[in-house]
């Protein structure tokens, strides 16, 4: 383990040097699960940002010129060197966003996919050509990396959202500046030290710790072309618009609020077990979480009864320990932010069937809050509208799948959604009516892997490419046309 006893006094890294920032204050860093600081992390000033951005366009000028397969190169030795070192992340992980270390591992491996996906370069750099557009006549399509890109992440998966952006940014010939949670930044410290254990030259990867005033040194530095944001809804629209306005290309991925749908002819042992762990894994905070379930009432009182069974059985406590499924929420105040929404669904009148006030009561100094489930929820309620992010789960009741799409359409969110049914003519429906990025059948999570496009629409996305795929390809490039007579 990296971490120490003694809070750690964390640096930016700047043209692959540990920098001391040029921060009048310090956040405290801590673990969610015991409440222990274990490191302070700088605010930056927009005077830090202009150095690591410097740093970047300057390395841009030889990074851009490095042959492709090259480039490649150190990303297969990024990967073995994080493929090494996965346990030591996944705890990394663990200890400063409180998950379970198995969804941490699970986190690692999405990262290293990241990586993986990127040191495909040579083919996904390729260009095209058509030998003849007229007699004599050639066009071709040439693709070639823009400068300097900003990413800005959240604290919810330290490792994967930035790997979703820096190894392909650098794949594709760009140099990166990024800023990563304040609440989350010892693993991103600890990705570009083995970044530059790659070999990967000084300047290619820059990191500034802070907030938003960090957020806006980038999104109104001229130097910056593109920026990749993740985090939540408000957030995301501002760095959307303020990034555009300033001229730069940006994907802004945001909050949600996941339906997923439970048919009659659902099998209910793979629905039970695949929402208790969507809507209580990572406790809730994850942008794919299961937020409300829509279920027919003729097995809506059956569901409710084996979820709240299947919340009872699950072990909370620090991810640390083995079998625990639930940790801490990130803070002491999204602890009190879940307990407001609590409250809030109570006077709303829904029908609470599960407090997780209680076992938050009964375990001690970290910010732990218990699954929560709400039965009889009505859409226009807070507690089914807004992303609450902490193990609350609504149920509400449906008469048909044509009015669980329709309430599920209803959300201003629509990352995604997920149907549980046996029929064919049900998933198709889902399928076409279904106003989301990305749906599942019969599972929890319906994440894409890296090599297709994430994201979802309305307030839960600002943008027009999404995030990895060819979208991230396109996204973190610039096509440049040749036509020639011979
Ligand atoms: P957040 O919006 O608080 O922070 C995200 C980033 O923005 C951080 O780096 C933070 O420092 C910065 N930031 C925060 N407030 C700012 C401000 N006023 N001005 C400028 N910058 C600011 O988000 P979070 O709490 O860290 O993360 C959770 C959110 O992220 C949830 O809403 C979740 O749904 C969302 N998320 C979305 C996806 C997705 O793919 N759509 C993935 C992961 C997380």
């Given at each position: 383990?990296?971490?120490?006893?003694?809070?750690v006094?964390?640096?930016?890294?700047i043209?692959?040097?540990?920098?001391?920032?040029?921060?009048a204050?310090?956040?405290?860093?801590c673990n969610p699960?015991?409440g222990?600081?274990?490191?302070?992390?700088?605010?930056?000033?927009?005077?830090?940002v202009?150095?690591a951005?410097?740093?970047?366009a300057?390395?841009f000028?030889?990074?851009?010129?490095v042959?492709?397969p090259?480039?490649?190169r150190?990303?297969?030795r990024y990967?073995?060197?994080?493929?090494?070192?996965?346990?030591?992340?996944a705890?990394l992980?663990?200890v400063?966003?409180?998950?379970?270390?198995?969804?941490?591992?699970?986190e690692?491996q999405?990262?290293?996919?990241?990586?993986?996906?990127?040191?495909g370069a040579?083919?996904?750099?390729?260009?095209s050509?058509l030998?003849?557009?007229a007699?004599?006549?050639e066009?071709?399509?040439?693709?070639?990396?823009l400068?300097v890109i900003?990413?800005i992440t959240?604290?919810n998966?330290?490792?994967?959202?930035?790997c979703?952006?820096f190894?392909?940014?650098?794949?594709?010939g760009?140099t990166?500046?990024?800023k990563?949670s304040?609440r989350t930044p010892?693993l991103?410290?600890?990705?570009?030290?083995?970044?530059?254990e790659?070999?990967?030259?000084?300047?290619?990867l820059?990191?500034?710790?802070?907030?938003h005033?960090?957020?806006?040194?980038?999104l109104?530095h001229?130097?910056?072309?593109a920026?990749?944001?993740v985090?939540?809804?408000?957030?995301?629209?501002y760095v959307?618009?303020?990034?555009t306005?300033?001229?730069k290309?940006?994907?802004a991925l945001?909050?949600a609020?996941?339906h997923?749908i439970?048919l009659?002819?659902a099998?209910?042992?793979?629905?039970?077990?695949?929402?208790?762990?969507?809507?209580f894994?990572?406790?809730g905070?994850?942008?794919m979480?299961?937020?409300?379930v829509a279920?027919v009432?003729e097995i809506?009182?059956?569901l409710v009864?084996?979820?709240?069974?299947?919340a009872?059985?699950i072990?909370?406590?620090?991810?640390?320990?083995a079998?625990v499924?639930?940790?801490?929420?990130?803070?002491?105040?999204?602890?009190?932010r879940a307990?407001r929404y609590?409250?809030?669904?109570?006077?709303?009148?829904?029908?609470?069937?599960?407090?997780?006030?209680l076992?938050?009561?009964?375990s001690?100094?970290g910010?732990?809050v218990?699954?929560t489930i709400f039965?009889?929820?009505q859409?226009?309620?807070?507690?089914w509208s807004?992303?609450?992010?902490?193990?609350?789960?609504?149920?509400v009741?449906v008469?048909?799948?044509?009015?669980a799409?329709?309430?599920?359409?209803r959300s201003?969110?629509?990352n995604g959604a997920c149907?549980?049914?046996?029929?064919?003519k049900a998933?198709?429906?889902f399928?076409?009516e279904?106003d989301?990025?990305?749906l599942?059948?019969n599972?929890?999570?319906p994440?894409?892997?890296v090599?297709?496009?994430?994201?979802?629409?309305?307030?839960s996305?600002?943008?027009?490419l999404?995030?990895?795929?060819?979208?991230?390809?396109?996204?973190?490039t610039r096509?440049?046309?040749?036509?020639?007579?011979y």
């Open positions: 383990m990296v971490l120490t006893a003694k809070p006094i964390l640096r930016n890294v043209h692959g040097v540990w920098t001391v920032s040029s921060a204050a310090y956040e405290e860093v699960a015991t222990e600081v274990i490191a302070q992390v700088p605010l930056s000033t927009k005077a830090d202009d150095e951005v410097r740093s970047a300057e390395a000028g030889t990074w851009r010129k042959a492709v090259r480039r490649a150190y990303l297969f990967q073995q060197l994080l493929i090494e070192h996965g346990e030591e992340l705890q992980i663990t400063e966003n409180g998950k379970s270390l198995e969804e941490a591992r699970g690692v999405r990262g290293i996919e990241c990586v993986e996906f990127a040191a040579p083919t996904l750099m390729m260009g050509q030998p003849d557009i007699t004599g006549v066009s071709g399509m040439y693709r070639y990396p400068g900003a990413g959240p604290f998966f330290p490792m994967m959202v930035p979703w952006m190894p392909l940014a650098v794949a594709c760009n990166f500046v990024l990563p304040e010892l991103v410290n600890r990705l570009a030290e083995l970044f530059k790659a070999r990967f030259p000084p300047g290619v820059n990191i500034v710790h802070g907030a005033e960090v957020v806006n040194g980038l109104e001229v130097d910056v072309k920026v990749s944001f985090g939540s809804q408000p957030v995301a629209e959307y618009k303020t990034g306005a300033n001229g290309r940006v994907q945001a909050g609020k996941n997923s439970v009659a002819d099998d209910l042992d793979n629905a039970v077990r695949n929402i208790t762990s969507a809507a894994g990572s406790a905070e994850r942008c979480a299961c937020a409300v279920v009432e809506a009182d059956e009864a084996r979820l709240i069974e299947a009872d059985a072990k909370i406590g620090s991810g640390l320990e079998d499924f639930l940790g801490p929420v990130i803070r002491e105040a999204n602890k009190a307990i609590i409250e809030l669904g109570e006077e709303e009148q829904a029908e609470l069937v599960r407090d997780g006030r076992d938050a009561a009964a001690g100094s910010y732990f218990g699954p039965d009889r929820v859409p226009g309620m807070a507690i807004d992303e609450i992010f902490a193990p609350v789960l609504s149920i009741r008469k048909d799948l044509a009015e799409i329709a309430v599920a359409n201003e969110f629509a149907l549980y049914t046996d029929s064919a998933i198709r429906e399928r076409e279904m989301a990025g990305m599942g059948i599972l929890g999570v994440a894409p892997m090599f297709f496009p994430f994201s979802g629409y309305k307030k996305f600002y943008g027009d999404h995030a990895n795929g060819r979208d991230g390809v396109e996204f973190y096509k440049k046309m040749i036509t020639a007579r």
